[in-house]
């Protein structure tokens, strides 16, 4: 979520998404982005009229009463001063505000509500505005039903903008109880009133508001985050300080086994030699006995990337296990595992059920992780092939095969383009290819291998609609079809993340 936020304030002409209405029904509206690939322009206006939008009609400081007409992909509600934008936190289509603007760019501008005069029929009652405010939970104001219909919506309008319309996409698959869920926290430390905090930082800054509940969260990652802040203060360890890249604690981070129960804390420190790090791993034992991993984390540059390169395991093993469809999983550190165990398991049996397999089939799974979808389908399947980029997570990958006994897989360290292209060389013919990439979605590279493979399906799980459609406009000039509707399925509920599952046939 932060990355589309701070695409957005650093670029504001190559934002990606599109702003719906959810009035009545959810529908585009006039004002819309460009799908993360192209420009950003208000659709309909001449050069001449773009001239005449070069001035913004409102200045920073003023305050205005204003009625919402959209809603953006961030979740921000979206107002019109003639065709300007302003994008209001904590808005929703129908509800009409009283707003102060904080920023009037030449474009569009942002502004916060200082007092909303009615309701929307969507709006979620009992929020805190702190997980708006850190973007914990961007979407926490809006009904859940809403916001499955927001993503499903988005889906259909990047389809509509790609001239695809003809294609289907299903109703949103949620969850019964849309909080708690993640089984992984990355929270920052930092010293606040001259104290150590965990919290979360406020959006587009590094300013850390100090929070115990973190609401998407499993509550027993709360508790151990809450223990683990303690223990540090006990022991009067110096959070990071980013201005003057001082201090020793940057980051927590909590992973817990959906099922197992095992609990893997992370201490990511800025400096190799954490004082008293023996009397801190033993308090961190004793006061969370489901601890079964305690690392170091070493991350000496002056970054935000959260996680360096070097670990030092201070007490138990260094992955912990959980189960996925009743498949055990080792996790180590920098392994990436999906974080809502409840949606991923129902993700991986939609994406089974699409793959058909009879029990003959070759099998790619590109950007397999710790090889979960690989293992999931290796039952089903004749042989299964995996390819990722994080050599520790091909290393669980292969443990976990080992671990649950099975023998029909192979995995293989490197980029998917790099491997698609080897296997291509060596004449391996799949039956089914299935891609489950980052935000970036596939590289031309993968796709123009994928197609001199020629697998008779390929399922793609995305978590990024835009580079989705993107990459399905490719493959249907490339001979293959989409027969099935597109299937979203909600692994970030309260946020504006949007996964599905794509299946194409050649034609
Ligand atoms: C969305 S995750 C999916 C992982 C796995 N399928 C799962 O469900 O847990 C994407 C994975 O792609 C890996 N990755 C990123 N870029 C890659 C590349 N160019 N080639 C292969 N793997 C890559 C990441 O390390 C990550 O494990």
């Not at 996790?331 to 990436?336: K, M, Q």
Request: charged letters at 20%.
């Amino acid at each position: 979520m932060f990355n589309i936020a701070l695409l957005f304030l650093r670029c504001p002409q190559s934002a990606a998404g599109a702003n719906f209405q959810i009035v009545q029904s959810l529908r585009m509206s006039t004002w819309q982005f460009g799908v993360g690939i192209g420009g950003c322009k208000l659709l309909g206006t001449s050069n001449t009229k773009e001239k005449e939008m070069n001035k913004a009609p409102v200045t920073k400081n003023q305050e205005l009463e204003l009625t919402i007409t959209d809603l953006s992909y961030e979740g921000k509600g979206v107002a019109k001063i003639e065709r300007y934008p302003l994008f209001i936190a904590n808005a929703l289509p129908g509800e009409t505000v009283v707003a102060h603007v904080m920023k009037a760019g030449k474009n569009f501008g942002f502004a916060k509500v200082i007092k909303r005069l009615n309701d929307s029929p969507q709006r979620a009652t009992a929020i805190e505005d702190k997980y708006m405010q850190t973007g914990i939970a961007p979407l926490e104001h809006l009904k859940y039903a809403a916001q499955l219909e927001f993503k499903r919506t988005q889906i259909v309008e990047l389809l509509k903008k790609a001239h695809l319309e003809q294609l289907q996409v299903a109703p949103t698959v949620g969850m019964t109880t849309p909080t708690h869920y993640r089984n992984k926290a990355q929270i920052p430390v930092r010293m606040v009133r001259g104290q150590l905090e965990t919290g979360f930082f406020h959006q587009n800054s590094h300013r850390l508001i100090p929070m115990e509940n973190f609401l998407i969260q499993d509550p027993r990652i709360d508790e151990v985050v809450k223990k683990v802040r303690d223990i540090m203060r006990k022991y009067q360890v110096i959070a990071y300080n980013e201005d003057g890249h001082s201090g020793i604690l940057r980051h927590l981070i909590v992973r817990r086994g959906h099922y197992s129960h095992e609990v893997m804390v992370i201490l990511v420190t800025r400096t190799k030699r954490m004082p008293q790090s023996e009397q801190i791993t033993q308090a961190i034992l004793q006061e969370c006995p489901d601890v079964v991993s305690v690392i170091q984390n070493i991350n000496q540059e002056k970054t935000n990337v959260i996680l360096g390169s070097k670990d030092r395991l201070l007490a138990g093993k260094a992955q912990i296990t959980d189960t996925l469809n009743g498949i055990s999983f080792a996790i180590s550190a920098h392994s990436f595992y999906q974080v809502n165990s409840v949606q991923t398991e129902r993700l991986y049996q939609e994406v089974a059920q699409r793959a058909e397999l009879t029990g003959n089939e070759t099998v790619i799974d590109a950007y397999c992780g710790i090889g979960t979808i690989s293992l999931n389908l290796a039952a089903k399947a004749k042989q299964v092939y995996g390819v990722e980029i994080v050599p520790e997570a091909i290393a669980d990958a292969r443990k976990n095969a080992e671990m649950n006994k099975i023998a029909n897989t192979t995995f293989e360290v490197g980029t998917a383009s790099e491997w698609m292209t080897k296997w291509s060389q060596a004449g391996l013919k799949p039956d089914v290819v299935v891609f489950d990439p980052p935000r970036k979605g596939l590289d031309n590279e993968v796709i123009q291998s994928t197609v001199t493979l020629a697998p008779r399906k390929i399922v793609y799980v995305s978590c990024n609609p835009a580079t989705l459609v993107r990459d399905l406009q490719i493959f249907i000039q490339q001979g293959y079809e989409i027969k099935q509707p597109i299937l979203p399925v909600d692994q970030f509920p309260q946020t504006v993340h949007v996964e599905s599952v794509t299946v194409l046939e050649r034609a």
